[in-house]
T-cell receptor, first 110, second 113 residues
Framework: NAGVTQTPKFRVLKTGQSMTLLCAQD?????MYWYRQDPGMGLRLIHY???????AKGEVPDGYNVSRLKKQNFLLGLESAAPSQTSVYFC?????????FGDGTRLSIL | GENVEQHPSTLSVQEGDSAVIKCTYS??????FPWYKQELGKRPQLIID?????GEKKDQRIAVTLNKTAKHFSLHITETQPEDSAVYFC????????????FGKGTKLSVIP
């Protein structure tokens, strides 16, 4: 039972490049979330999903897109990366109880 | 939307002393309050949580208290140890019918041996 798995763990991009972060969970959770964590800012919600095929905007959605084609996977896309998107990205999944987090993806945009 | 304030932002205590971290929330409909511990470079991990129908919950050296009237909740760590050093986040479940969490900005706890 792996819980929540995020890939990749680290990535360096140039401004304007695109990429997709993958989150996979094996707990059959309905709800999944993408957060970004910046120093002194806590965890801020980017997008979330309440089930397969559904997505919704969180607190800081601009510059990101998401898809939930399968219940176990939640993808976060950056279409044109900007230096302001340098951050640590965490995925989480949940069903009724607490949210369970992945190990994070450290993303640097040069 | 929900707003969660967390204080202090940094806290240093001597090993063996107690540590208290406080959070306030704005949405009176919030009904679930978890606390997460995040060690350097690691994922946030749940350490304790409390629901709005309970005033206090304990788990060994960790306790959480909730005051619904004042809309604040606190984390208490007794007999602190160096391994308690980490960043602690409080959170509140945002309103009725939603499982979203709004997080405080975190408290960096340092336990001095």
């Amino acid at each position: 039972n792996a819980g929540v798995t995020q890939t990749p763990k680290f990535r360096v991009l140039k401004t304007g490049q695109s990429m997709t972060l993958l989150c996979a969970q094996d707990m059959n959770h309905e709800y999944m979330y993408w957060y970004r964590q910046d120093p002194g800012m806590g965890l801020r919600l980017i997008h979330y999903s309440v089930g397969e095929g559904t997505t919704a905007k969180g607190e800081v959605p601009d510059g990101y897109n998401v898809s939930r084609l399968k219940k176990q996977n939640f993808l976060l896309g950056l279409e044109s990366a900007a230096p302001s998107q340098t951050s640590v990205y965490f995925c989480a999944s949940q069903w009724e109880g607490p949210q369970h987090f992945g190990d994070g993806t450290r993303l640097s945009i040069l | 939307g929900e707003n969660v304030e967390q204080h202090p932002s940094t806290l240093s205590v001597q090993e063996g002393d107690s540590a208290v971290i406080k959070c306030t929330y704005s949405d009176s409909a919030s009904n679930y309050f978890p606390w997460y511990k995040q060690e350097l470079g690691k994922r946030p991990q749940l350490i304790i949580d409390i629901r709005s129908n309970v005033g206090e919950k304990k788990d060994q050296r960790i306790a959480v208290t909730l005051n619904k009237t004042a809309k604040h909740f606190s984390l208490h760590i007794t007999e602190t140890q160096p391994e308690d050093s980490a960043v602690y986040f409080c959170a509140a479940r945002t309103g009725a019918g939603s499982y979203q969490l709004t997080f405080g900005k975190g408290t960096k706890l340092s336990v001095i041996p």
